[in-house]
């Protein structure tokens, strides 16, 4: 089933959920506030899971049958306790870093959120182009939910919304929010977005 996106109650349920989690992070890895959200330490020092740039070449041969049309942003091992990140992605100069970081923080959703059973592999394909960005993508519900996962986790409600005026943000402040959590424009614009939709 493809959905648009997640209803406002399960928004907050992935929001309460990520606030316990960040409030049980020790202080040693991240004290709460510093900014960019340390997402790598996290999944290594809290989830013991290693972080790894491969190539999409790499990601598709464990993937096998299972890929994804286009290419895939980042892929959650559990069996091995990996996340896989995808190294072409990661290096782009302009938006490496922000792609990379939400890619970690959706696997780390899957492992948080969807981890039953024996080991699994969740993907993530990367979004739609920037250009359809308002455009809404019909993803799983799974995805969605990792999706919210990331966002909530590296954007937290606590530190985004002292900055969100009655009227959300204008372009300036979008700016200024991008630089502070190393976000995209679409990611931190979407943010925004759900936690005055949320308030």
């Not at 959200?37 to 049958?65: C, F, N, T, W």
């Not at 985004?160 to 991008?178: A, H, S």
Request: glycine share 8%; proline share 8%; net charge negative.
């Amino acid at each position: 089933m493809k959905v648009a996106s997640l209803e406002p109650g399960e928004i907050d349920r992935i929001e309460c959920e990520v606030g316990e989690i960040m409030a049980a992070v020790p202080p040693r890895v991240w004290d709460g506030e510093s900014l960019p959200v340390p997402i790598d330490s996290i999944a290594r020092e809290v989830y013991g899971l290693k972080v790894r740039e491969v190539s999409h070449d790499q990601m598709r041969e464990i993937v096998g049958d299972q890929a994804t049309e286009g290419t895939m942003s980042g892929l959650l091992l559990t069996g091995i306790g990996e996340i896989w990140v995808n190294d072409w992605e990661a290096r782009q100069p302009e938006w490496g870093s922000q792609r990379k970081r939400f890619t970690i923080g959706h696997e780390l959703g899957h492992f948080a959120m969807h981890q039953s059973g024996p080991p699994a592999i969740y993907c993530r394909a990367s979004d739609s182009s920037e250009s359809a960005e308002d455009a809404p993508t019909p993803h799983p519900v799974p995805e969605l939910e990792a999706n919210t996962f990331s966002a909530a986790f590296l954007m937290p409600a606590s530190l985004v919304r002292p900055e969100i005026g009655p009227e959300g943000v204008d372009g300036d402040q979008l700016k200024t929010l991008m630089l502070r959590f190393d976000s995209s424009a679409k990611a931190m614009r979407r943010r925004v977005e759900t936690l005055r939709l949320i308030a």
